[in-house]
Each structure stands twice: as C-alpha cells, then as structure tokens.
T-cell receptor, first 117, second 109 residues
Framework: EAGVVQSPRYKIIEKKQPVAFWCNPI?????LYWYLQNLGQGPELLIR????????DSQLPKDRFSAERLKGVDSTLKIQPAELGDSAVYLC???????????????FGPGTRLTVL | GQNIDQPTEMTATEGAIVQINCTYQ??????LFWYQQHAGEAPTFLSY??LDGLEEKGRFSSFLSRSKGYSYLLLKELQMKDSASYLC??????????WGAGTKLIIKP
C-alpha cells in the first residue's frame, strides 16, 4: 500500500515569492493534516481536514497561508508571499478518520523542506 | 496551558536498554502516542496508550500512568538503527495532538 505522497521534496525560493506544496494521502483516509516542523522541534498543526471540510485551521496564518482539499482527496498548501521565517519542513499526514473515533493513528509523508532566502 | 516535556538528548550503548520519559499536561486526555523520526525523514508511528500500564511490541515497550501524567518508551537490545528522535504526543479533549520537541537518541558502539 502506498504511503502519503508529498511534492516537491525540496524547494528554495526568495522571500516574497509564492510557493505551493501538494499532498496525496493514503487511499481511503478521510482525515488529512498539514504540519510545520522546525529543526529540533515537534510538528505544529496548521490545518486539519475531515474529507473536504477544514475542521481545525485555528493555527493557520491566514494572511499568507491557504489550503484546499478539493474532492476530499489531494490537498495543496500555499504560502503567498513567503517570509524568511517560513523556512521549515512542511509535513502532510493522513488518518483513517474512523467513524465515532478520533484516536486513529496519523501516517506522515516525507515532507517538503522549504528554504526562503 | 498544554505542555509536553521530554529530555532533549540521550546517549546509550548498542545492545543496552534505554528509557525515554515524557510528562504531559493537557486539557483533557484521550491517549498518548510515541513516534520515531530519523533525521530528514517523516515521523513513523510506534505506539498508542490510553489505559494505564505497559504495552509491549517487540523490542519497544510503552508505559502510561494517567494519574501522574507520565509515559515512557523503553527500547531494549539497542541497535545502531535506533539512533533517531523519539516524539511524545498527547491527544487532548478536542482530539488534537500536542507534540513534544522530541528526544534525540544517540547510540554508540
């Protein structure tokens, strides 16, 4: 079974430029997460989707970050414009989203390492 | 506030046993996860505890005490490939994962 797929794996851009990340979750997984991870830190949730609905985007900096999950499968995360402080690894994760339960395990993609110059 | 505490770094010897501790303070509690993360790679699931006690899975075991807000991950018969960061994460009352900063485990021959 294929895992969570993310692209690109690496991205280098200049500040003020836009950037987009793509994620394809594990087939059949209803819940999708976008995280940001800085070196030596744990992941920080940006947004969580249940199917195509964003159910938790309280930590998403909405002035420059946006996300979408059309048709409840693939998702894209966009930053426009990027700032120096946005340099980090952006992780996508998915979980089955079991009906009636929220303790299902999250499975992570390899991440996109963003460097903003 | 919500908080997860775990040591920043630990060193152990190949073949030995190591215990990585984690204490948590969350608004409500719906279980605790341990993940392994090799450098430059994604976190991978190791264990989930919601009831008190020890869960054993091969060389790895995880323990939970809900009354003490405490968990540990026990790694036996350490191998060089176990060198990684180990992340503790607690599920709060909103079913949001609160992550620790991770413990970097260094295995020496």
């Amino acid at each position: 079974e294929a895992g969570v797929v993310q692209s690109p794996r690496y991205k280098i851009i200049e500040k003020k430029q836009p950037v987009a990340f793509w994620c394809n979750p594990i087939s059949g997984h209803n819940t999708l997460y976008w995280y940001l991870q800085n070196l030596g830190q744990g992941p920080e949730l940006l947004i969580r989707y249940e199917n195509e609905e964003a159910v938790d985007d309280s930590q998403l900096p909405k002035d420059r970050f946006s996300a979408e999950r059309l048709k409840g499968v693939d998702s894209t995360l966009k930053i426009q414009p990027a700032e120096l402080g946005d340099s980090a690894v952006y992780l996508c994760a998915s979980s089955p989203g079991l009906a009636g339960g929220h303790t299902d395990t999250q499975y992570f993609g390899p991440g996109t390492r963003l460097t903003v110059l | 506030g919500q908080n997860i505490d775990q040591p920043t770094e630990m060193t152990a010897t190949e073949g030995a046993i190591v215990q990585i501790n984690c204490t948590y303070q969350t608004s409500g509690f719906n279980g605790l996860f341990w993940y392994q993360q090799h450098a430059g790679e994604a976190p991978t699931f190791l264990s989930y505890n919601v009831l008190d006690g020890l869960e054993e899975k091969g060389r790895f075991s995880s323990f939970l005490s809900r009354s003490k807000g405490y968990s540990y991950l026990l790694l036996k018969e350490l191998q060089m490939k176990d060198s990684a960061s180990y992340l503790c994460a607690a599920l709060d009352s909103n079913y949001q994962l609160i992550w620790g900063a991770g413990t970097k485990l260094i295995i020496k021959p």
